[in-house]
Every structure is written in C-alpha cells, then in structure tokens.
C-alpha cells in the first residue's frame, strides 16, 4: 500500500460545479499536510495547508481527519483557471525534512 | 525573490555520461529536497538534506548521489545515465520551522537519456 494515496481522477466538471478530493495516508504519526497545485509542465506550488480544526481559503476548503485518516479539499463555484493537478503531501512527526506526496488528482473545468 | 532556481531546464544525455543538476536556494530554508516526477504521476523523493553536511536517501536513491556544503546549494548527480532516469527533475526547500513546512519548488530540469 501506498503512504499516501490520492482518488485517481481525471475529474471533468461544469463551470459552476462543487467538487471533492480525498488523500489517504498510512502512517497514523503524521503531523503536517499539505495540498498543493500543479499546472501542465510547471512546478507544484502550495495551495493550503490542511489543520487540524479545517482551513478555508475563498472558495477552497481544506479539512483533516485523523481518525480515519485522510484529508480532503473542497472547491466551491469552480473555474475554468482552476483546471490543474492537485498534489497532497504528508510529512512525519520524526522526519520532519522528508514528504511524502500523493499522484495527483487532475482536475478539468468545463464551460 | 529568485527563490528556487534550477539549472539546466532541459538536459539530453547518452546512456552512461553522468552529470550534475544545479539547484540553488535564497530563501535560508535549511530543508531541501529532490524529487523526480514521470509522465502521469506523482512526486518520488531521491534525497533530501535538512541542513548543510547532512544528507539523506528518499524513495529511489539509486543512481544518484547529493551533496551539501552550503545551505544554498544542493546539487544532484547522476552518475551514469540510464534511459529510466528519463523524467522532470524537481528540487524544492523548505524552513525547519515546525509552522512553516511547506515547499518551494524549483522550475524543474526535463531530463532525457538515450
């Protein structure tokens, strides 16, 4: 199994539409998460980072899940600009330079 | 800010020359890593260092080497090409600031070998 594993995607939706990512981790120590945003052939750049309590940026929504362990991003109204791959990335408690990052779920708007 | 910078961004080699990717940081960040990235798919840690002097193995270390004598420079070298280390070579920093872990990425150096 996979440290952290990310739903496969693509995902195609309308201009408009409310759309959900998941990102499992395995290892129940991890301490920081992350997700970021990566355009064709350009380089990852951070979008959030995900805390305990949940984070909101405008129409981005980051939330935690320790329990189950998984953390999610929730676009609200999505953008044609939004159509990207979004990476999520994990990093320990006791290696705090080493992360872990998911595949990637891509992420094509729609007019 | 140059922030991350990468050099070359594109590199063809024959199977078997080596070389070094050149990665720089002004940021202060003491956290650096490489990452390769094939067609499709996520990012796999080679090495990464968490200060100058030390260094350490990610998820496929094999075939390359890193070293750090600066905190700005983190170099990798291959040292004998082979056709799968054909991929999108990313370095990226990070403070070791326990509220700031996040990473800044370079712009990437697409290496193909042949």
């Known amino acids: 199994r996979k440290e952290v594993e990310q739903d496969p995607g693509p995902f195609n939706v309308p201009e408009g539409a409310t759309v959900a990512f998941n990102c499992t981790y395995s290892n129940s120590a991890s301490q920081s998460f992350f997700w970021y945003r990566q355009d064709c052939r350009k380089e990852p750049k951070l979008l959030m980072s995900v805390y305990s309590s949940g984070n909101e940026d405008g129409r981005f929504t980051a939330q935690l899940n320790r329990a189950s362990q998984y953390i999610s991003l929730l676009i609200r109204d999505s953008k044609l600009s939004d159509s990207a791959t979004y990476l999520c990335a994990v990093k320990g408690a006791t290696n705090a330079g080493k992360s872990t990052f998911g595949d990637g779920t891509t992420l094509t708007v729609k007019p | 800010n140059a922030g991350v910078t990468q050099t070359p961004k594109f590199q063809v080699l024959k199977t078997g020359q080596s070389m070094t990717l050149q990665c720089a940081q002004d940021?202060?960040?003491?956290?650096m890593s490489w990452y390769r990235q094939d067609p499709g798919m996520g990012l796999r840690l080679i090495h990464y260092?968490?200060?100058?002097?030390?260094?350490d193995q990610g998820e496929v270390p094999n075939g390359y080497n890193v070293s750090r004598s600066t905190t700005e420079d983190f170099p990798l070298r291959l040292l004998s090409a082979a056709p799968s280390q054909t991929s999108v070579y990313f370095c990226a920093s990070s403070s070791g600031s326990k509220s700031s872990y996040e990473q800044y990425f370079g712009p990437g150096t697409r290496l193909t070998v042949t």
């Open positions: 940021m202060n960040h003491e956290y």
């Open positions: 260092s968490v200060g100058a002097g030390i260094t």
